[in-house]
């Protein structure tokens, strides 16, 4: 089981619930070691007296604040504890915003929130379900490791997840930084527009991250495998060249084509529609259910993830809650069938 990075008290109102931070995702990157070109001998860092040039251990290692002209206050880290011991084992919701009021360049790490003991479940779950059906996310300031963070927490399904934020004074203007960004005198062709909609359109899907993975990791493995048996790789094609303002309208017009001839010629769903498969109930109305199997079948892979829920809730499936979406579909698959 993971361990607990921060343990202390969410606190919402006058309800507060003891809770531990943990690490929501982990970092697969193929990692290199340090090597002197010539002798292959690893290179290592140590923390080293700058005066003397002996190495230092850790815990001879305290902080120091540059007053200037090589003068330092040095704080021990139990005095940054002391000035703060409260606030470094509360997460206190200052508010609730909606999630779409917060840009997406405020959110730095996620972790997952989860409570210490079982006596605390039933609180923990009252916070995350009203979350969840309000759409809002309680915004908070916490301490962690002497340091103070600004934090959104907001629901998934089952779990509560905290955002580590960015100040304001952190994120920087656009404006200030790019040269270039469009204007009110930027202007884009109603014609283009509509082509451009109807291409995002075509191209529209499901969110599933499984469908996704780190191919950059693969072609890295590539490389060192072909090195170690002395062959040589073929480099990837470079980008495409930009397109030509004189061109747009008919490349955003082929792209339309390809997109809809990838998909078959299938009419999109519109957004918001829910389809609609056959639950318990319906099973013995109509008296050819069984005809039925093979088109409720094919239409189960075109359902969200919450579709897929809503029915497996209705046809009162186990463990719906603990699956993803591919597994969600093979148990609605082998329940159809089943019936």
């Known amino acids: 089981m993971a361990r607990a990075i921060w343990t202390g008290v969410l606190t919402f109102g006058l309800v507060t619930v ?15 070691h340090q090597l002197e070109r010539g002798t292959g ?6 923390k080293v007296n700058e005066r003397t040039g002996k190495e230092v251990e850790s815990d001879d290692i305290v902080k120091g604040y540059d007053i200037g002209d090589g003068e330092y206050v040095v704080v021990e880290p139990e005095e940054l504890e002391e000035i703060a011991p ?6 206190d919701m200052a508010g609730f915003v909606d999630l779409d009021q917060v840009e997406p360049v405020f959110f730095e790490r996620t972790y ?15 916070l995350r379900a009203a979350l969840e059906r309000s759409q809002k996310a309680g915004i908070a300031t916490f301490t962690m490791r002497n340091k103070e963070y600004l934090t959104a927490l907001r629901a998934q399904d089952e779990v509560l ?3 580590t934020m960015h100040w304001a004074d952190e994120v920087r203007d ?21 082509t451009a909609q109807q291409l995002i359109d075509a191209l529209s899907m499901d969110w599933n991250p499984d469908d996704f993975h780190d191919t950059s990791e693969e072609r890295v493995q590539a490389l060192v495998d072909a090195k170690r048996e002395g062959r040589q790789i073929v480099s990837e094609a470079g980008p495409p060249e930009a397109t030509n303002v ?18 078959g010629g299938r009419p999109k ?36 993830k919450k579709e897929l829920y809503e029915l497996a809730a209705d046809r009162d499936i186990a463990g719906r809650s603990k699956m993803n979406r591919d597994q969600l579909v093979k148990a609605l698959k082998s329940e159809t069938t089943a019936a």
């Open 41 to 46: 001998d690893r290179v290592r860092y140590k």
């Open 18 to 32: 003891p809770v531990g931070l943990y690490t929501a995702t982990e970092d697969h990157t193929v990692h290199f």
């Open 269 to 304: 769903q519109p957004a918001g529609e829910l389809r609609r498969l056959p639950s318990r109930g319906d099973k013995n109305k109509g008296g050819k259910q069984g005809s039925k199997g093979a088109g409720d079948q094919k239409e189960l892979e075109g359902l969200t």
């Open 174 to 194: 656009p404006r200030r930084e790019l040269d270039l960004l469009p204007d009110r005198r930027t202007k884009v062709g109603g014609r283009e527009l509509d």
């Open 161 to 163: 997840v905290l955002h």
């Open 86 to 91: 409260g606030k470094s084992r509360v997460i």
């Open 246 to 263: 004189i061109d747009l309208m008919e490349a955003l017009q082929n792209s339309v084509e390809r997109a809809r001839s990838k998909d």
């Open 112 to 126: 997952y929130v989860a409570p210490q003991n079982k006596e605390y479940l039933k609180v923990y779950e009252l």
